[in-house]
C-alpha cells in the first residue's frame, strides 16, 4: 500500500517511520521540502509526494494529513483533485467537529475520494521531526470519526491499517464525543500544566520536587498557537470541565481554609475512590 | 553503623532495603511486628528493634522515623530514653513546621540524641511495604530541616549516610521554607490530582486518553488520612498556592468563553516560557 504522510512534523515524522517500519510503501510532503528530502535520506519515507500526488513509489491510497489544525482543510482543497480515485484521507487533528464540519462538502457521492475525522492519542511534549520516533503509537489508541455516510470498506480498511503502525486500538466514535472527552483526557491537563507552572515559586522548585510536581506541569511545554487553535475549536466542551475543576478546587480550598479535616477526608475518599474504579486500561497508556 | 528503621510502610521499608543493600546493619520496628519479622526474613533488615531500642545488631546510631505524620512525635515520646548517647533521629514527614515545632523540646544540651527533620523527596502512587523497593531514593533529593543550634558533626554524617541510599542530594534548609515549596511540589499536585478525577467524564476515558491525563490523575490514589492531615499542617502555604492557581484556571476560563485568542495565547506563551527557564534538574526525577 502507498501512504502519502503530510506535514513532517513529530506526528507526521512518527507517522511516516511507523508505516515504513511496517512496510508501507510512503511518500512525503511537507512544506518545507528539504525535510522530505530529509527523510527519504534517513530511510523514514521511501519517496516525496510531489504537489500533483504523484511519487517515485505511486500516488498514495491513504493519506495521513498531520498538518497544524488551521492548514488542513486549506491543504485539503488544494489538491483535491489530485488524489486518486477510492483513496482514503484521515487527519490528525486534536479537535474534530470543527474540521468534519468543513469537510462535510466532500461526504458525498461525487467526491471519488474519502475522508475520515482520525486522531492519534499520543504525543510528547516536544515537537518537531527531530522527535519523531516510529514506537510514537505504540499500544495508543487511534480515534476515528467517519461521517455515518462512509462505507465499512474504507473503515475496516483503516482499522486494519493503524494496527500494522502500532496503534493497540482503533476506535469509532463522533466528532461531539471526541470532542466532548478530549476536552477532558487532554485540553484540560494542558490548560492546569501551563497554568500550574505559572505559580512564582515554581522558579525556586530545585531540590524540592520529585515526580508528581514534572507530570503536573510537562505539557506546559505545548505550542502556543496550535493550542489556542484548538482550545478555541472546542470552547463549550473545555469551559465546561474546566468550570467543573475550579468548583471542585474551590470546595477544596474552603475545606483547607476552614480546617475542616472531616470533609477534606471525604473529598479526598471521593478521588480515590475513582482511581480505584479505573479499569487496567487507565493505566495502559503512560508519557512516551 | 546500625540504622534503626521504624515504620516499615512504603518509605520505611525502602529506607530498610536501601541501607541493607548500602552495607548497613538494619534494625526495623513495626507497629505490628509480624511485618518486622518479614522484613529479616526477606533480608531486607538485619534484626527487629525491640521495644528498649536493642536489637541483636546492637542498637542504632541513626534512626529512620518513618511513621504516619500523626505517630511520629508520640512514637519519639515514648521512646526517648532509651536512645543510644550520639544518636541522630530524622523523620519522614512531608510537612515540617508543625513536627520540628513540636520536637524543638529536645533541641537542649541536655537531650543525649539529635533529631533533625527530614522528608525524602522520593514516593509512589501505592503504599505499604509490599512497593517498598531499595531503588525508591535514587537520584532523589533528601530535605534536612536543622535546628540552628544543631552541630556540624550530625549533620555532615547524615549528609553522607543518606548519598549511600541512593539519593542524589542532600538539602538543608527551615522548616518554613520546606513546608513553602512543599505546598507547591507535592500537595498542590495532589488536590489537583483529585479535584481532576473527580469529573464524571473520567470514568468514561478508556480510548480517549493519552499520557497526560494519566501524570494529571496518578496521585488521586493517595491515603486521605495521611493527606488530610499534611494539608491541614500547611494550610496557609497550600492554600496560597492553591488560590493562586484558581485565580490563573479562571484568567484561562475567561480567554476561552471570550474566545480571546491573543490572551489565551499569551497565557500559554507564559507557561512555556517558564518550562523553558527550568533548569536540567527540572526533568531529573521522574516518576518511579
Known amino acids: 500500500m502507498v501512504v502519502g504522510v503530510v506535514g513532517l512534523g513529530l506526528i507526521g515524522g512518527s507517522f511516516a517511520k511507523a508505516a515504513t517500519r511496517a512496510g508501507h510503501s510512503v511518500a512525503v510532503w511537507n512544506r518545507t521540502r528539504a525535510t522530505s528530502e530529509a527523510a527519504v535520506a534517513d530511510g523514514s519515507a521511501a519517496a516525496v509526494l510531489e504537489e500533483d ?14 498538518l497544524p489544525p488551521s492548514a488542513v482543510v486549506p491543504w485539503i482543497d488544494a489538491h483535491q483533485s489530485a488524489f486518486k480515485n477510492g483513496a482514503v484521507l484521515v487527519d490528525a ?6 474540521i468534519c464540519e468543513a469537510m462535510r462538502k466532500y461526504a458525498y457521492d461525487d ?26 503509537f505504540r499500544g495508543a489508541s487511534m480515534i476515528l470519526t467517519p461521517y455515518p455516510s462512509c462505507g465499512r470498506g474504507p473503515l475496516d ?34 490548560v492546569v500544566s501551563s497554568a500550574y507552572i505559572q505559580e512564582p515559586l515554581a522558579k525556586e522548585h530545585a531540590g524540592f520536587s520529585a515526580g508528581s510536581f514534572y507530570d503536573m506541569t510537562r505539557v506546559a511545554r505545548l505550542d502556543p498557537g496550535v493550542w489556542t487553535d484548538l482550545f478555541l475549536a472546542n470552547r463549550e466542551a473545555l469551559s465546561s470541565v474546566l468550570g467543573g475543576l475550579i468548583e471542585r478546587l474551590c470546595g477544596f480550598k474552603e475545606a483547607i481554609d ?26 495502559s497508556i503512560s508519557r512516551q
Open 157 to 190: 480498511m483503516l482499522e486494519a491499517f493503524f494496527r500494522t503502525l502500532g496503534f493497540g486500538n482503533v476506535v469509532f466514535t463522533t466528532p461531539e464525543r471526541h470532542d466532548e472527552m478530549i476536552a477532558l483526557t487532554s485540553q484540560l491537563a494542558h
Open 93 to 98: 487533528t486534536g479537535v474534530k467537529g470543527s
Open 53 to 66: 500526488m504523484t511519487s517515485a513509489v505511486g500516488s498514495p491510497d491513504v493519506y495521513l494529513v498531520s
Open 111 to 136: 467526491t471519488p475520494w474519502t475522508f475520515v475525522g482520525g486522531h492519534p492519542m499520543a504525543g510528547k511534549e516536544v515537537s518537531g521531526y527531530a522527535n519523531a520516533t516510529a514506537d510514537l
Open 258 to 283: 476552614t480546617g475542616d479535616a472531616e470533609r477534606l477526608r471525604d473529598l479526598l475518599e471521593r478521588g480515590r475512590a475513582v482511581i480505584e474504579s479505573m479499569p487496567p486500561t487507565y493505566k
